[in-house]
């Protein structure tokens, strides 16, 4: 089945630890984003990426770091520097930018 | 900023009712797409909106699309518990990105 696999689903960390989403899509889809959702706040774009080896910020990059190194996969790297990490991150694909997005399950990062 | 903003926030709706969620935009859109994210899931697209007055069904769901292509809704008639979610607007920012609501979250008494 054709889709969006995010990894871990949940996860905990302290604070001053970085930590790195994955997110693999078998979609052949050449555009791949990074949403932060926080309740009542919608989704925020994070980083997106519209091809291999390219990517972007979004409107709240400060604190993330992410790589395109192959079409199928853009992992996020929530890092020491993000003040507030606690969120639900949601990675998604298109076909073309900015086209109709497949979500993936999301990963609820917690930090303690 | 956010270009997309939705009204209302949340809609507690009894069975049987009919509700309507609001989306505006301060520039024209080239087009406009609707999500409905279930409680615990992720966002799932429902529909794409591109012409100028377009309206869309979906059973009892109905989608329009404004003539100045600056705002839209979403109609739910009837509604059911399976209704439940939260329902975003999405605009294009530019090329490459969407602007996305806030959401209008929906409960439903049975």
């Known amino acids: 089945d054709g889709g969006i696999t995010q990894s871990p689903k949940y996860l905990f960390r302290k604070e001053g630890q970085n930590v790195t989403l994955s997110c693999e899509q078998n979609?052949?889809?050449?555009?791949m984003y990074w949403y932060r959702q926080d309740p009542g706040q919608g989704l925020r774009l994070i980083y997106y990426?519209?091809?291999?080896?390219?990517?972007q910020k979004g409107d709240i990059a400060e604190g993330y770091s992410v790589s395109r190194e192959k079409k199928e996969s853009f992992p996020l790297t929530v890092t020491s520097a993000q003040k507030n990490p606690t969120a639900f991150y949601l990675c998604a694909s298109s076909i073309k930018s900015p086209g109709e997005l497949f979500f993936g399950e999301g990963s609820r990062l917690t930090v303690l | 900023g956010q270009q997309v903003m939705q009204i209302p926030q949340y809609q507690h709706v009894q069975e049987g009712e009919d509700f309507t969620t609001y989306c505006n935009s301060s520039t024209t859109l080239s087009n406009i797409q609707w999500y409905k994210q279930r409680p615990g899931g992720h966002p799932v697209f429902l529909i794409q909106?591109?012409?100028?007055?377009e309206v869309k069904k979906q059973k009892r769901l109905t989608f329009q699309f404004g003539e100045a292509k600056k705002n839209s809704s979403l109609h739910i008639t009837a509604t059911q518990t399976t209704d439940v979610g939260t329902y975003f607007c999405a605009g294009p920012l530019n090329d490459y990105k969407l602007s996305f609501g806030a959401g209008t979250t929906v409960t439903v008494r049975a």
């Open positions: 909106l591109v012409k100028s007055g």
């Open positions: 979609l052949n889809h050449d555009a």
């Open positions: 990426s519209q091809i291999v080896n390219d990517f």
